[in-house]
T-cell receptor, first 114, second 115 residues
Framework: DTGVSQDPRHKITKRGQNVTFRCDPI?????LYWYRQTLGQGPEFLTY????????KSRLLSDRFSAERPKGSFSTLEIQRTEQGDSAMYLC????????????FGPGTRLTVT | AQSVAQPEDQVNVAEGNPLTVKCTYS??????LFWYVQYPNRGLQFLLK??????LVKGSYGFEAEFNKSQTSFHLKKPSALVSDSALYFC?????????????FGAGTQVVVTP
């Protein structure tokens, strides 16, 4: 068990560019979550996958954001036409299928939009 | 809707003294409650959880937390703090009725343990 991994760890981009982040969950975990964390705040829920199905999206996830989890394994989060307000830490978490399990978090991808 | 309040932005404690980090919550149903710790430029690390049963739960690194339903609280405690406990602590809640299991996190409490 190598834990949840995320790539890249840091991304600096210019406003208006597109960026894509990758998350590899713990192998037997069928639930995958994306959160966004800004300075001084706790993580905020963005979206959730059970296997390959995206089952819930937060209002925070504007139409510039899209997430996929093909084949129920790794997941990608894409942000199109980035804005300075998108600068944040993007966290991925995974968990087992039953409802009382804790979520295991990756190290995060820190996005800076200049 | 669910929410979490961590009333203290920062807690300062001397090494060896007891540490308490406060958390209160609001959910429409019954809660699952969690504590996580975050070190600089790192993801969140799970400490402990309350699901059901004994109100006092024990977790990693000597931490424990007490679930108090009447006060809707889930305070994190450690009898004797270490300098290495200095970090950012998050309380999280999820409603048992939420099938998707998403967490609502508090804003976090910075713990500073001085030698």
């Amino acid at each position: 068990d190598t834990g949840v991994s995320q790539d890249p760890r840091h991304k600096i981009t210019k406003r208006g560019q597109n960026v894509t982040f990758r998350c590899d969950p713990i192998s037997e975990h069928n639930r995958l979550y994306w959160y966004r964390q800004t300075l001084g705040q706790g993580p905020e829920f963005l979206t959730y996958f059970q296997n390959e199905a995206q089952l819930e999206k937060s209002r925070l996830l504007s139409d510039r954001f899209s997430a996929e989890r093909p084949k129920g394994s790794f997941s990608t989060l894409e942000i199109q036409r980035t804005e300075q307000g998108d600068s944040a830490m993007y966290l991925c978490a995974s968990s087992l299928g039953t409802s009382d399990y804790e979520q295991y978090f990756g190290p995060g991808t820190r996005l800076t939009v200049t | 809707a669910q929410s979490v309040a961590q009333p203290e932005d920062q807690v300062n404690v001397a090494e060896g003294n007891p540490l308490t980090v406060k958390c209160t919550y609001s959910v429409s149903g019954n809660p699952y409650l969690f504590w996580y710790v975050q070190y600089p430029n790192r993801g969140l690390q799970f400490l402990l959880k309350y699901i059901t049963g004994d109100n006092l739960v024990k977790g990693s690194y000597g931490f424990e937390a007490e679930f108090n339903k009447s006060q809707t609280s889930f305070h994190l405690k450690k009898p004797s703090a270490l300098v290495s406990d200095s970090a950012l602590y998050f309380c999280a809640v999820r409603d048992r009725g939420d099938s998707w299991g998403k967490f609502q996190f508090g804003a976090g409490t910075q713990v500073v343990v001085t030698p």
